[in-house]
């Protein structure tokens, strides 16, 4: 493992490294926010999944989070979207490929060799965090668009082992919007009920999702809402299964950034609360 970057803010480090992944057999970098907490003792962590075509990057620079993390003692964790390097399987477009990794564990040939960002979320990214950083094994997981649809998938799918979750503008249901569908079919074959397991929709409405409860932020002004996000599928689910869930509407919000930076203060002082029980 390789520090590339290291930058003072809000009174602690901003750094990326890179490491060799033996989950996604690549060299994969990630991004972690360290508040000064950090330097007198162990802090629990946050992990953010960003979406299609973003890598470690976006969500460290144009989020703001870092003082939100800073005043509630959080470290922030932010991995790339997918596989990367010239061994890499890759497709035309942003939606299928090198940063649009889904957060699913290929099933399907050439992806299968490389893409398994399920486990690399799950297992190796926590394990080596937890091995080299003060950091406690109190987790919660966030993320955006894509990255919204692996937080609640991995943590309904992983019961206990994240306190909290919540996503922005997430793709609730991937089995039934163009974005999943193409991805699925690609990394997953043809078999739908294999595409279930990384719906959240799915998972709520059959009963197999841990009961965590569901914060999700959503602007009304989204451009890809109806044809893509379509939260009301995961709110119609969580009805009808008791589950419990809170979406949020925001009047002329959009899909961008700014949109991601207006509330991640609420969401950090959210999963802050629950970190700390």
């Not at 409860?213 to 451009?223: F, N, S, V, W």
Request: charged letters at 20%; aromatic letters at 12%.
């Amino acid at each position: 493992m390789q520090r590339i970057e290291h930058r003072a803010c809000f009174g602690g480090w901003q750094d990326v490294y890179e490491h060799a992944s033996s989950t996604l057999d690549c060299t994969m970098r990630f991004a972690i926010y360290l508040p000064p907490q950090a330097a007198h003792g162990p802090v629990p962590v946050l992990y953010w999944l960003s979406g299609l075509t973003c890598t470690e990057q976006n969500f460290i620079t144009k989020a703001g989070a870092q003082r939100y993390a800073a005043e509630h003692g959080i470290a922030i964790v932010a991995p790339d979207t997918s596989p990367r390097g010239d061994n890499v399987a890759d497709a035309d477009g942003y939606d299928l490929g090198k940063g649009a990794g889904f957060y699913v564990n290929a099933t399907q040939a050439p992806w299968a060799a490389h893409y398994r960002m399920y486990d690399y979320v799950v297992d190796e990214l926590p394990a080596l965090i937890e091995a080299n950083f003060p950091v406690t094994d109190a987790r919660a997981i966030s993320g955006h668009s894509m990255g919204g649809h692996g937080a609640l998938v991995i943590a309904l799918r992983n019961p206990r082992r994240y306190r909290s979750v919540s996503a922005f503008s997430p793709i609730v249901a991937p089995s039934t919007v163009p974005w999943g569908e193409k991805a699925f079919t690609a990394y997953l074959g043809d078999d739908r009920e294999a595409w279930r397991q990384y719906d959240a929709t799915a998972l709520v409405s059959g009963g197999l999702a841990e009961r965590l409860p569901l914060l999700i932020e959503q602007g009304d002004a989204d451009e890809f809402l109806d044809g893509q996000l379509r939260p009301w599928l995961l709110q119609g689910a969580a009805e009808a299964s008791g589950h419990p869930l809170t979406l949020r509407m925001q009047p002329g919000y959009d899909h961008s950034y700014y949109f991601i930076a207006s509330f991640i203060g609420e969401h950090i002082a959210h999963h802050a609360a629950a970190l700390r029980r």
